[in-house]
């Protein structure tokens, strides 16, 4: 049988804790690693996000200004010509009539 002292304790208690101290800062550091890790994947896809949103915000922007611009040219361009309809399922297909002249009506 072995009988254990009272200094063999205490050397197997220090290399036990000496051991534990090991893993636990171990443990620590690869959780730091992995933290900064995901903080930097995390801000470069925030970038990434905020320039998609930025450069849309411009798209749409820029669709807004061409709007107003064609609603301008348009509210400021000379009168255009009547629409000639040709009223295609009636009777009286070979009458044509203008939008001032609507088509007559069946009694």
Known sequence: ??????KSLENVAAQAKEQY???V??????????FEQTATAAK??????AAQLLKSY???QATGKANVEA???SSTSPPRAPRIWA?????????RWTSRSPPARPC
């Open 1 to 6: 049988m072995n009988q254990f002292t009272p």
């Open 21 to 23: 101290e090991g893993l």
């Open 25 to 34: 800062k171990a443990g620590q550091e690869q959780t730091v690693k992995q």
């Open 44 to 49: 470069e896809q925030f970038e990434k996000t």
């Open 58 to 60: 411009e798209d749409l």
């Open 71 to 73: 609603l301008i040219a």
């Open 87 to 95: 009223a295609r399922s009636s009777p009286m297909a070979s009458r």
